[in-house]
């Protein structure tokens, strides 16, 4: 059973950058798409950025497209997130999951079936 793990959290003023890595153990991201969510506070979790297997193909959620950028090592079995320009409202616990295919056209929450345990990203005005 493979499991997630997130890292690369914290505390940034606005503008500031951070960068997420996702790392598996006891399995492999390698022959999977893979992605980004969040979930701020009495919100729902929401798609940030998914990318396939061979990373040719990425997407990203209009609220971070020209700031993050989602990019993986299947060679060590890594995902990561590089986040730029951090706004106050990028404020969540940030998810890595895996999907249960190769590619993907919408990055439904539904279509991954394995989750880390999240990552916490405050921005402060």
């Known amino acids: 059973q493979v499991q997630l793990v997130e890292s690369g959290g914290g505390l940034v003023q606005a503008g500031g950058s951070l960068r997420l890595s996702c790392a598996a153990s006891?399995?492999?991201?390698?022959?999977?798409?893979m992605g980004w969510f969040r979930q701020a506070p009495g919100k729902e979790r929401e798609f940030v950025a998914g990318i396939s297997r061979s990373g040719a193909s990425t997407s990203y959620a209009d609220s971070v497209k020209g700031r993050f950028t989602i990019s993986r090592d299947n060679a060590k079995s890594s995902v990561y997130l590089q986040m730029n320009n951090l706004k106050p409202e990028d404020t969540a616990v940030y998810y890595c999951?895996?999907?249960?295919?190769?590619?993907?056209?919408?990055?439904?929450?539904?279509?991954?079936?394995?989750w880390g345990q999240g990552t916490q990203v405050t921005v402060s005005s």
């Open positions: 999951a895996r999907h249960r295919g190769v590619v993907s056209t919408a990055y439904e929450v539904t279509e991954f079936n394995a």
């Open positions: 006891g399995g492999t991201l390698s022959y999977n798409a």
